[in-house]
């Protein structure tokens, strides 16, 4: 079961976890009506799923890019920061809203981040320089880069979710708190409250 899910496209991240939840699936969708559609397809012909709970992440305050191993000493991390290049210009709303050929490009980049831009401009029909603009533009607005790590070799080897009923007035605040705790969680707040007036909010510690 696990294989099947974990090999759909729209399925970005999935866990295998202990206690009430048995596998635990991040699924990307272009709209609610989609997500339904994704969600209901996906689990009705995979066989052994008895029951599902969906959380609709409203907000990613922090994610996987951001994480630090807190390997590197002051210095160094120092000297890692100054080389990294500029971020690009400012991208205007119009121009970053998504089109077909963004969305096919994200798909792609979700199966292989490492895709070239010749891979990708062939993949997609489009010219060289069409790719590079496309890429520079989502790089600007929508898309992050980050390298996975073997989680058995970081010195990290444990992972956990988190669910918590949180106030609507305080999730900003939570949110903000828990993104800054020492070793990097991932937390996104979802807008499928578990209680009325609350809020769920999940998170992650590297």
Known sequence: MAQALAADPAVANF???AGGRDLVAAVQAR????????????FQRTPGVRSTRTHVSTGVPTEGSRWRLRSP????????????????RSVPAA??????LDARLLELLSVDGRMSVCDLSAATGTS???????????LASRLSLRC??????????????YFAS?????????????????????????????QPGDRCLAARPA
């Open 73 to 88: 000493d002051e210095a160094q991390s120092a000297r890692i920061e100054a080389a990294v290049p500029p971020p690009g």
């Open 31 to 42: 709209s609610l009506d989609e997500l339904a559609l994704i969600t209901t397809l996906l």
């Open 15 to 17: 866990k295998l976890t």
């Open 166 to 194: 949180v106030p609507g007035q305080h999730v900003e605040e939570t949110s903000r708190v828990l993104s800054g705790v020492r070793g990097g969680p991932v937390v996104c707040d979802h807008g499928r409250p578990a």
């Open 148 to 161: 996975d790590l073997a989680r058995p070799l970081s010195g990290w080897p444990l992972s956990a979710v």
């Open 95 to 100: 121009e970053a809203r998504l089109d077909d």
């Open 128 to 138: 060289l320089t069409t790719m590079r603009r496309k890429l520079q533009s989502l």
